[in-house]
């Protein structure tokens, strides 16, 4: 079946510090593959995606690379701020019977980042 | 402004004492659903509606309804809730759920946090 798995959390890292949180999926088809971050106290924003394999969504300073041969999309940032502190979820949309599409999420990692 | 609205935002009630969370979209998408938000676990969709009048389950519909009367409305309803749906809920919405819809990005809601006790 369609599934997402991502690192556990919680990450806690140093200002400026260097940020990867692995994603890794089992999908049929040609899933779309995206990152939302949850503030807190705040619902779901999309972060970045990418539709398509080798392609790379980005956006704020993350990156995410499409990767099909190794069915992932692992998030990465070069300098994370203490304003990235949040709950990052991987997911995927994949079709299924009864033509519609369906967003699967991974369980989130949370991000501590400080000073 | 192009937003997904639910209330209420918090709520604390009783085993067995119906109640309704609402959503509503002001972007004319087609397909809505919902979903709970459990540690552990991430989002799990309860149901879906892919346009007016068209709803069917999600992953975990037990104890939930839905409708969709309306294009931009699609409420949840729990009939007798019971502690074990103690959670964060989220409507969302997409411009559309077939074919190529899985490029879409979903707009998410604030959140419901509902505490039965």
């Known amino acids: 079946g369609n599934s997402v798995t991502q690192m556990e959390g919680p990450v806690t890292l140093s200002e400026e510090a260097f940020l990867t949180i692995n994603c890794t999926y089992t999908a049929t088809g040609y899933p779309s593959l995206f990152w939302y971050v949850q503030y807190p106290g705040e619902g779901l924003q999309l972060l970045l995606k990418?539709?398509?394999?080798?392609d790379k969504g980005s956006n704020k300073g993350f990156e995410a690379t499409y990767r099909k041969e190794t069915t992932s999309f692992h998030l990465e940032k070069g300098s994370v701020q203490v304003s990235d502190s949040a709950v990052y979820f991987c997911a995927l949309s994949a079709a299924f019977s009864g033509g519609y599409n369906k967003l699967i999420f991974g369980a989130g990692t949370r991000l501590a980042v400080h000073p | 402004e192009a937003q997904v609205t639910q209330n209420p935002r918090y709520l604390i009630t009783v085993t067995g004492k119906k109640l309704t969370v609402t959503c509503s979209q002001n972007?004319?998408?087609?397909?809505m659903s919902w979903y709970r938000q459990d540690p552990g676990l991430g989002l799990r969709q309860i149901y879906y509606?892919?346009?007016?009048?068209?709803?069917d389950k999600g992953d975990v519909p037990e104890g939930y309804k839905v409708s969709r009367k309306e294009k931009r409305n699609f409420p949840l309803i729990l009939e007798s809730p019971s502690p074990n749906q103690t959670s964060l809920y989220f409507c969302?919405?997409?411009?559309?759920?077939?074919?190529?819809?899985?490029?879409?990005?979903?707009?998410f809601g604030p959140g419901t946090r509902l505490l039965v006790l």
């Open positions: 972007m004319n998408h087609e397909y």
């Open positions: 509606s892919m346009n007016v009048e068209v709803t």
């Open positions: 990418a539709t398509k394999a080798d």
């Open positions: 969302a919405s997409t411009k559309g759920s077939s074919g190529f819809g899985r490029r879409e990005t979903q707009y």
